[in-house]
């Protein structure tokens, strides 16, 4: 039977929890402790999950102790990116033994994975500002913790570089807001009275480095390189950093939203993660390596993620971080074992049915347009018609036009019906989770809403005639400017690790 418990002993707990998984981490750093001690550790470090997930669904843990704002949002992203981490920690025993920083692995996941989870739970913007910053020093002394290997050392310094630009945005706003407000608390800060008493000025001002805080760590045009070349680091590294932290931008406009009315900061938003949307989904397709086919994609994914930011979907916006956290730590742990496969089937030749392709265009439209009549006034509403109803015609073709026989078409089609149903009952259940927490955002101009539907819809145009036409002079520069976009700078290449060299006899 489930215990109620009140919210100054679940926290007590939780830091408790916290404090004893930090404590373990840094006794496995002393070279007598033996490596065996790494699976206690592995059971130590899942405690804070388990009970920000008991506080999660308690009746009790609700509501503001201190500095501390404890809602469902900010029990749902500490469990969640704590759960991250334990996941990565587990696989890492194995995965990463051997390395000569195998010890130092372990603390710093479990320092960089518990200062994101305080900086979810801070109502202080102080604390705020602090913990994220941590975070983000954790990740860059992760990616270079090989630092006898000169390419991981740059790909730390441009990580490090474009963080500190990053954080001094964010606390430039933060203290932008205390002198135009005076006060550090988050509720009071966003009260309607106190964000009223901002000149326009101001909040544009102050919209505009948020949004600069944002970008950076969620690596979006013109701000990616820094995810380019952090392929380098273990993958362990890029999945915990894909998957738990640069998408931490989509919590940060939510907790924020108040502030943002549909101002040029708001555009500037919308324009910039629109590109990114095309640039990483170019990534994606024209990248060989399958590490640099997932940075590709999450820039793609975290701009469609802000896009819904900027359009007011907020709710929308932290089921997508979740979902693509979970999807793309999966990836990423299994990108080992992971081989591509260029298989010459009839299938490249074969004629597409022309009934059935016309069947999916059809009902990718109808859908669209359905989900679009629901809430036509929402410009969140039409974009995701759009996307909506160009997806589900691409599942379509290649699933049920391009299925072997009838028996291929049925097994598709069921595939189609099945992720759509489980996508909608995952969406409803979040949705009706987080209503009562996270807000509804003030929706833009009518003129963003278009300028971002047509640069999505020129894009897809641009993607669709350039798989047609492969041999034009357009294909090959896109092309070529998409591979240089997604590789590293020369300086952070090097054909063969080089301190390797110091262990051959």
């Known amino acids: 039977m489930f215990v109620s418990l009140s919210l100054p002993l679940l926290l007590v707990l939780f830091f408790i929890m916290i404090l004893v998984s930090m404590l373990s981490g840094l006794l496995f750093l002393h070279p007598r402790v033996p490596l065996s001690f790494v699976k206690i550790h592995s059971w130590i470090v899942s405690l804070p999950p388990l009970v920000s997930l008991v506080a999660l669904v308690n009746p009790n843990g609700r ?247 900027a359009l007011g979907a907020y709710i929308a916006a932290i089921i997508h971080l979740i979902l693509h956290g979970l999807f793309k730590a999966t990836l990423f742990l299994q990108s080992g074992s992971a081989v591509r496969r260029f298989e010459i089937s009839n299938q490249s030749n074969k004629q597409t049915s022309l009934l059935w392709s016309i069947t999916g265009w059809i009902l990718g439209f109808a859908v669209g347009l359905v989900f679009w009549l629901q809430s036509p006034g929402e410009g969140y509403q039409l974009i995701s018609a759009i996307i909506l109803g160009l997806s589900l015609s691409i599942s379509w073709k290649q699933l049920v036009a391009l299925g072997e026989g009838n028996i291929g078409r049925i097994a598709g089609l069921l595939m189609v019906g099945g992720t759509a149903a489980i996508y909608v009952t995952i969406h409803h259940f979040f949705y009706d989770f987080l209503q009562s927490t996270v807000p509804q955002g003030t929706q833009p101009p009518t003129v963003a809403v278009i300028i971002i539907t047509c640069l999505l819809l020129v894009g897809s145009v641009i993607g669709s005639f350039i798989a047609r036409n492969r041999s034009s002079i357009f294909f090959a520069v896109l092309y070529l400017w998409l591979v240089r976009l997604g590789e590293a700078k020369p300086k952070s290449v090097e054909s063969h690790p080089s301190y390797l060299k110091q262990q051959l006899p």
């Not at 500037?268 to 397709?285: D, N, P, Q, T």
């Open 63 to 309: 509501g503001n102790f201190g500095p501390l704002h404890l809602d469902s949002l900010a029990w749902l992203m500490t469990f969640f990116v704590l759960a991250i981490g334990l996941i990565v920690q587990r696989f890492s025993i194995r995965y990463l033994m051997g390395d000569r920083s195998y010890r130092k692995y372990f603390p710093l996941f479990t320092f960089t994975t518990a200062a994101a989870s305080i900086a979810w739970l801070s109502a202080d913007l102080r604390l705020m500002v602090l913990f994220w910053g941590a975070t983000l020093a954790g990740l860059t002394f992760l990616i270079k913790l090989n630092n006898r290997w000169k390419i991981a050392n740059e790909a730390s310094k441009l990580s490090a570089r474009n963080f500190i630009f990053g954080w001094l945005s964010l606390l430039l706003a933060v203290l932008w807001l205390y002198q135009g407000t005076g006060y550090w608390q988050l509720a009071s800060v966003l009260s309607s009275e106190n964000v009223a008493e901002l000149a326009s000025w101001e909040r544009t001002g102050i919209n505009l480095l948020i949004v600069l805080a944002v970008i950076i760590p969620a690596a979006q045009w013109p701000f990616q390189r820094w995810l380019v070349e952090s392929v380098v680091a273990p993958t362990p590294v890029s999945a915990i950093m894909h998957a738990g932290i640069v998408n931490a931008g989509g919590i940060m406009l939510a907790r924020f939203s108040p502030l943002f009315n549909g101002d040029i900061a708001t555009i500037i938003l919308l324009v910039l993660a629109g590109i990114s949307v095309l640039v990483g989904s170019g990534i994606s397709l024209v990248q060989v390596d399958y590490k640099r086919q997932l940075v590709g994609s999450t820039i793609g994914q975290m701009g469609f993620m802000l896009i819904q930011c």
